[in-house]
């Protein structure tokens, strides 16, 4: 078996599914990418058995056949190329595998292809076709709070839930909640999911800035995505997902409107002088009148500022954990923000003041039990 490609293409297509690869597989075959060449066309798979990754790319060759090629040691050599002309040639006996240079060879020991999982069939249920730039923002807009809780697998993914009307995206990790609604996406029939993390990363890492358009299928078990010359097919989190909808209290007289870029500028100065475990932060809230502080009385740091604001409703104090503060507001992409509370001990929801068309984000975050300074 024997195909030419330009290294520089070949690069850009593995490093495209490469990040499925997991260090320590399971199986040692998943450490490999699988070659499939069906004369001018070579599809590359990439696996870890719960996400399966591939791409097509043209190459010059008059071959079938395919081959396991290591793909660490594939992409090094890849990488230390310049841009030229490569001659693969597989010796389907052994499976040994010369790469030809212009001015080098290169030898690996590939495996027997039999030995790669198959990859699972689409047998889908539901179908939904969007830009690739709505799918980049439902995924950057939610990814961030996912827990990382292995014993609530529910959290580690992303739920999906589509209806005629409009699909909602929610993340969670107990402390803090977000709700991404698109009102441009619709199915004739209601369906949920969680998507894991690790496959919405990777597809967020591959998906292309504008607005090619995504296929996606649904089964029971798994997702399909396929837009341009990629696919990938992920198997879906089988848990229930905390009922979300009773978290987001309604009712939140206390509100506080704020320019969020002076906003998050002064939570980042403030949480340098918390605590470094629990980053707890104090807003206290008077008429148009904001105050930020901070302490760590392990050693007696201790900041504030204050902030000119627009704020209604009564005086207050309320903690929050600044890390989390910080990471939301860093995904807003408008200028001024809303804090919606109702009181010190129940969640404040953070929503852009400024909203895109077809587009609703809630940000839910929990309160922290405030230290009294001494």
Same mark, same amino acid.
């Given at each position: 078996?024997?195909?030419?490609?330009?290294?520089?293409?070949?690069?850009?297509?593995?490093?495209?599914?490469?990040?499925?690869?997991?260090?320590?597989?399971?199986?040692?075959?998943?450490?490999?990418?699988?070659?499939?060449?069906?004369?001018?066309?070579?599809?590359?798979?990439?696996?870890?058995?719960?996400?399966?990754?591939?791409?097509?790319?043209?190459?010059?060759?008059?071959?079938?056949?395919?081959?396991?090629?290591?793909?660490?040691?594939?992409?090094?050599?890849?990488?230390?190329?310049?841009?030229?002309?490569?001659?693969?040639?597989?010796?389907?006996?052994?499976?040994?595998?010369?790469?030809?240079?212009?001015?080098?060879?290169?030898?690996?020991?590939?495996?027997?292809?039999?030995?790669?999982?198959?990859?699972?069939?689409?047998?889908?249920?539901?179908?939904?076709?969007?830009?690739?730039?709505?799918?980049?923002?439902?995924?950057?807009?939610?990814?961030?709070?996912?827990?990382?809780?292995?014993?609530?697998?529910?959290?580690?993914?992303?739920?999906?839930?589509?209806?005629?009307?409009?699909?909602?995206?929610?993340?969670?990790?107990?402390?803090?909640?977000?709700?991404?609604?698109?009102?441009?996406?619709?199915?004739?029939?209601?369906?949920?999911? $969680?998507?894991?993390?690790? %496959?919405? +990363?990777? !597809?967020?890492? /591959?998906?292309?800035?504008? =607005?090619?358009?995504?296929? *996606?299928?649904?089964?029971?078990?798994?997702?399909?995505?396929?837009?341009?010359?990629?696919?990938?097919?992920?198997?879906?989190?089988?848990?229930?997902?905390?009922?979300?909808?009773?978290?987001?209290?309604?009712?939140?007289?206390?509100?506080?409107?704020?320019?969020?870029?002076?906003?998050?500028?002064?939570?980042?100065?403030?949480?340098?002088?918390?605590?470094?475990?629990?980053?707890? $932060?104090?807003?206290?809230? %008077?008429? +148009?009148? !904001?105050?930020? /502080?901070?302490?760590?009385? =392990?050693?007696?740091?201790? *900041?504030?500022?204050?902030?000119?604001?627009?704020?209604?409703?009564?005086?207050?104090?309320?903690?929050?954990?600044?890390?989390?503060?910080?990471?939301?507001?860093?995904?807003?992409?408008?200028?001024?923000?809303?804090?919606?509370?109702?009181?010190?001990?129940?969640?404040?929801?953070?929503?852009?003041?400024?909203?895109?068309?077809?587009?609703?984000?809630?940000?839910?975050?929990?309160?922290?039990?405030?230290?009294?300074?001494?």
């Amino acid at each position: 078996m024997k195909f030419v490609v330009s290294s520089s293409v070949l690069l850009k297509q593995l490093s495209s599914v490469n990040g499925v690869i997991a260090n320590n597989p399971i199986v040692p075959i998943l450490e490999n990418f699988l070659f499939q060449l069906d004369k001018n066309l070579l599809t590359v798979t990439a696996s870890d058995l719960q996400t399966v990754m591939i791409t097509t790319l043209e190459v010059d060759s008059a071959d079938t056949g395919a081959i396991a090629v290591p793909a660490r040691l594939l992409l090094d050599t890849l990488r230390g190329l310049p841009d030229q002309p490569v001659t693969f040639k597989v010796d389907k006996d052994t499976f040994g595998t010369e790469i030809v240079t212009e001015n080098g060879r290169y030898k690996l020991s590939g495996e027997n292809p039999i030995d790669f999982p198959k990859v699972p069939q689409v047998s889908k249920s539901l179908s939904v076709q969007l830009p690739a730039e709505v799918l980049g923002a439902a995924i950057a807009n939610t990814i961030f709070a996912v827990s990382s809780d292995d014993l609530r697998p529910a959290m580690t993914g992303v739920y999906v839930q589509l209806t005629s009307e409009y699909s909602n995206f929610v993340a969670t990790d107990g402390h803090r909640l977000i709700r991404y609604r698109r009102m441009d996406i619709k199915t004739d029939s209601d369906s949920t999911m $969680i998507i894991p993390r690790k %496959a919405l +990363n990777l !597809l967020k890492s /591959s998906l292309p800035s504008d =607005d090619t358009t995504v296929t *996606a299928d649904f089964s029971a078990s798994n997702a399909f995505f396929s837009f341009n010359n990629i696919k990938m097919i992920c198997r879906l989190i089988d848990e229930r997902f905390p009922d979300y909808e009773n978290a987001i209290p309604q009712n939140n007289p206390n509100v506080l409107t704020i320019n969020k870029g002076e906003l998050l500028g002064s939570l980042k100065r403030i949480s340098i002088y918390s605590n470094k475990t629990t980053h707890q $932060i104090r807003l206290k809230l %008077a008429k +148009n009148d !904001l105050v930020i /502080s901070a302490e760590d009385l =392990d050693y007696s740091n201790e *900041a504030n500022e204050k902030l000119m604001c627009d704020y209604e409703g009564d005086e207050m104090e309320i903690g929050f954990n600044a890390k989390f503060l910080i990471e939301m507001l860093s995904n807003v992409n408008s200028n001024m923000i809303a804090l919606e509370m109702s009181a010190p001990n129940r969640a404040g929801l953070i929503v852009p003041a400024d909203k895109k068309e077809d587009e609703d984000i809630l940000m839910l975050v929990m309160p922290v039990m405030l230290n009294s300074y001494a």
